[in-house]
């Protein structure tokens, strides 16, 4: 009877990764599987047996292993990386994860084998945040962390740091670990975080976000962790600190927040903005009166017919310039849909009311000369809580106004649905 092969022993770094509460994998150069914790089993749906020794194209598909070569192969040359992928297996299937890649770097300083974290990214959870919370200093794992990790004792002085937490600071972990992290981070940043630290001292996870402008790369969102360190009595003997870079998905989150509430053609703002803030602004109408200018474009779909949409869209444009150059930084400029726009503003009197849509109908006289005529503004107006009290209302009374100027003759602003001696002419 042949003699079985003896199991590989199982590395430090091993036993301390399987209390981890992420799926973390190892692989090596031939991007087979050779360790994994018992989270990954769950995160890829499949036991131990039908995991290792597999490569990720086998395990995952040949669409998968397309996304993660360069990282692996970056991971191999000594770089820490990642990439993204939409999972396609187990109850994960259909959400995106950000893979973290990182290489495993022996005594000697050569690698033979990467690591793999896997973050769903659609809760905004990160790899970073799961290890303080599992209360690990992992020792050659967490040197290759790729984020600034720090542990202090209950009087904040530094007891553990990272490799990227001395690249950041431009310390070594002499410099660092023993003193008082006021002392090594400055005065002045140690008062705008000493609360933070107190809340966490005090039992409470801390997470903010700040902008970090003295980068290489140049400034970039970085978000950091305190997580309080309890001992078995539940006391809080220290804290865990971390930074992780969320430049991207913070710009991600405001390039949608301003996709949702800017018009995508003039960068007004939008309908439903407007609406917004037009039933917030009535609020308060009775304190601060409020007028609404509602602006209809004469003649702009001959304009169209014309010289085509581009250049249609290109008036929009400069209208919509217009009417923000116009007014207060305070007020608010929406486009209500085609060729309609809407103006909020805070106003003392209908004469002050009527004298800022005069100013705003000679800002769209003079984009009218440089179009080379044939396009005026018809602008009607409200106010609150003199004309209504409800958005809906005020809104109507200022369509009303707008189309009476136009009845009217064009090219002129009006302050109610009847009458004539409320009209401003073309003449002025």
């Known amino acids: 009877m042949s003699e079985q092969p003896a199991p590989a022993p ?16 190892r692989w090596d150069r031939d991007a087979r ?99 303080i919370a599992a209360r690990q200093r992992l020792d050659r794992f967490t040197e290759n962390i790729p984020y600034p990790l720090t542990y202090l004792d209950a009087g904040c002085v530094i007891r553990f740091v990272n490799k990227a937490y001395c690249e950041a600071t ?14 090594v981070r400055g005065m002045r940043r140690w008062s705008e975080h000493e609360p933070h ?4 001292l005090e039992g409470k996870t801390v997470q903010y976000t700040r902008l970090v402008a003295e980068l290489p790369q140049g400034p970039r969102w970085m978000r950091t962790s305190y997580v309080p360190d309890r001992d078995a009595e539940g006391r809080v003997v220290g804290l865990y600190t971390v930074t992780i870079d969320v430049h991207d998905l913070t710009v991600a989150q405001e390039q949608l927040r301003r996709s949702v509430e800017r018009d995508a053609l003039t960068d007004v703002l939008s309908r439903r903005t407007m609406m917004d803030r037009i039933e917030a ?28 949409h581009r250049e249609g869209d ?24 085609g060729d309609e726009f809407l103006v909020l503003a805070s106003v003392r009197s209908p004469a002050g009311a009527r004298a800022l849509a005069l100013h705003m109908l000679t800002a769209l006289r003079q984009v009218a000369a440089q179009e080379g005529g044939g396009v005026t503004a018809s602008i009607g107006y409200a106010i609150a809580p003199l004309d209504a009290q409800h958005p809906m209302k005020l809104l109507q009374a200022a369509d009303d106004a ?8 064009k090219d002129r602003v009006q302050h109610g649905a009847l009458p004539a001696q409320r009209s401003d002419s073309p003449a002025g």
């Open 197 to 200: 630290f107190r809340r966490a």
């Open 170 to 183: 431009h310390m070594t972990p002499e410099q660092l670990v023993g003193r008082h992290i006021g002392a």
């Open 33 to 131: 599987l050779v360790f994994c914790n018992p989270p990954y089993q769950g995160w890829a749906a499949r036991p131990r047996e039908a995991l290792l020794g597999r490569t990720l194209a086998e395990l995952f598909g040949a669409e998968a292993w397309d996304r993660a070569r360069p990282a692996f192969e970056l991971a191999f040359a000594g770089q820490t990386t990642h990439y993204e992928r939409r999972l396609n297996h187990g109850a994960h299937g259909g959400r995106w994860a950000r893979i973290q890649v990182f290489p495993d770097v022996d005594a000697s300083g050569s690698v033979d084998s990467i690591f793999t974290i896997a973050t769903d990214i659609h809760e905004d959870v990160t790899a970073r945040e799961a290890l």
């Open 10 to 25: 199982v590395s430090a770094i091993e036993r301390l990764v399987d209390v981890v509460a992420l799926p973390i994998g």
């Open 402 to 409: 707008m189309y009476a100027a136009k009845r009217l003759g």
């Open 314 to 337: 290109a008036l929009l444009v400069r209208v919509a310039q217009a009417l923000q150059g116009s007014v207060r930084a305070d007020d608010a400029v929406g486009r209500f849909g």
């Open 281 to 308: 602004a009535l609020v308060d109408a009775v304190q601060v009166p409020v007028a609404l200018f509602f602006i209809d474009l004469d003649g702009f779909k001959a304009v169209n017919d014309r010289l085509g």
